[in-house]
Each structure stands twice: as structure tokens, then as C-alpha cells.
């Protein structure tokens, strides 16, 4: 079993839909990645976050440090959305481990 | 300007042949990072450097050996190709050890 578990693995969604991503993991983290791989290839820092709530236009990125747990939220989806979303969080004084992350297709 | 460069992009070459890729970032980051990318797309953390020493060497075979010549430059050579070795491979860099990382394209190497 990975360390880092996402859900769901696949994603379709309307244009316009409010989408949620999970991430949850069993390690201790200093904290948690979300990131982004467009179809190209490239791979982009969405968030790192360690406590609380972060938004960056119509994403938003929560952490539970208690539950270990976080969700990306993207609310209004669009099209130029789908991509694949990989949390990935950074153990104590280690390295950063991977989901195997999540692919959404968002259809207009 | 790009932030973290990859050379080259694509690679194809025999089994049993040594091949480098290069990596450089003009963000003045002290942390930089090789990770792997199987073909189901998960990414693995190969090595870690910070400012030029190897911090994290991870069950990579010795086949692979990673080399910092100053702090901006992380090169990975491969000796002796494997079918397995086929992969992309990513170079990242942080500021600090467990800042925010920002990654190079990405180098599709094609083992045949």
C-alpha cells in the first residue's frame, strides 16, 4: 500500500462542475504538495501547504493535519483544467513520496 | 527565461550504452532533485542534492550516478542501458530542503 493514497484515480466532469481531488497519507509530513502534469508532460507546483487553506484563483487546497488528509478543489471547471493531479507530501526531514495521482477530463 | 532546463528532451539508444542527462536551474535554488516517471506515470525520488552533496540516494541501482559540479547543475549519468531504464526522468529544484519545487520538462528516454 503507497503512503500516499488519491482518490478518485480518474475524474470526468462538465464544464462549469465544482471538482474535489483527495489525498491521504500515513506518514508524518512537514507538508503536502499538489501538483500539476499537463497532458505536454510538464509538471507544475500548484500549493504546498502545512496547515489550513490556500486558494490561488478558482483552485483551493485544504490540509487536515489531524485526519491526514487534503483535498484540491476546482470550482467552475474548465476545459484547460484536465490534467493529471498528483498530491505528494514531504516526510520529516526526508524526501518528497508521490500519489500515483488523479486524471481529469473536463468535457464542454 | 527558463527556471529549471533539461538536456536533451528525448533520448533513444541501444541497451548497454552510457548516456548523460543535464540539468540546470538559474533560480539560485541550494536543493536539486532527479525523480523518475514509469510508464504507469508515478513518480519516484531518485537523488537529492544540497548545495552540491548527496542527501537522499535512494534504491537506485549504481548504474545511475548523479553529479553536482556547482550548485545551479545536476547531471545524471547512466551507465549500461537496461529495457527498464526506460522512462522520464525529472530534474527539480527548491530553495530549501522541503520548499516548494519546481520542475524542468522532462527527459523521455527510450531504451532499445
Known amino acids: 500500500k503507497n503512503e500516499v493514497e488519491q482518490s478518485p484515480q480518474n475524474l470526468t466532469a462538465q464544464e462549469g462542475e465544482f471538482i474535489t481531488i483527495n489525498c491521504s497519507y500515513s506518514?508524518?509530513?512537514?507538508?503536502l504538495h499538489w501538483l500539476q502534469q499537463h497532458p505536454g508532460g510538464g509538471i507544475v507546483s500548484l500549493f504546498m501547504?502545512?496547515?489550513g487553506k490556500k486558494k490561488h484563483g478558482r483552485l483551493i487546497a485544504t490540509i487536515n493535519i489531524q485526519e491526514k488528509h487534503s483535498s484540491l478543489h476546482i470550482t467552475a471547471s474548465h476545459p484547460r483544467d484536465s490534467a493529471v493531479y498528483i498530491c505528494?507530501?514531504?516526510?520529516?526531514?526526508?524526501?518528497?513520496?508521490f500519489g500515483a495521482g488523479t486524471i481529469l477530463r473536463v468535457k464542454s | 527565461d527558463t527556471a529549471v532546463s533539461q538536456t536533451p528532451k528525448y533520448l533513444v539508444t541501444q541497451m548497454g550504452n552510457d548516456k548523460s542527462i543535464k540539468c540546470e536551474q538559474n533560480?539560485?535554488?541550494?536543493?536539486m532533485y532527479w525523480y523518475k516517471q514509469d510508464s504507469k506515470k508515478f513518480l519516484k525520488i531518485m537523488f537529492s542534492?544540497?548545495?552540491?552533496?548527496?542527501?537522499i540516494n535512494e534504491t537506485v541501482p549504481n548504474r545511475f550516478s548523479p553529479k553536482s559540479p556547482d550548485k545551479a547543475h545536476l547531471n545524471l549519468h547512466i551507465n549500461s542501458l537496461e529495457l527498464g531504464d526506460s522512462a522520464v526522468y525529472f530534474c527539480?529544484?527548491?530553495?530549501?530542503?522541503?520548499?516548494?519545487?519546481?520542475f524542468g520538462p522532462g527527459t523521455r528516454l527510450t531504451v532499445l
Open positions: 533560480l539560485g535554488h541550494d536543493t
Open positions: 501547504l502545512s496547515s
Open positions: 506518514v508524518g509530513i512537514s507538508a
Open positions: 527539480a529544484s527548491s530553495q530549501d530542503f522541503s520548499g516548494e519545487q519546481f
Open positions: 542534492y544540497n548545495n552540491k552533496e548527496l542527501i
Open positions: 505528494a507530501v514531504f516526510e520529516y526531514g526526508n524526501k518528497l513520496v
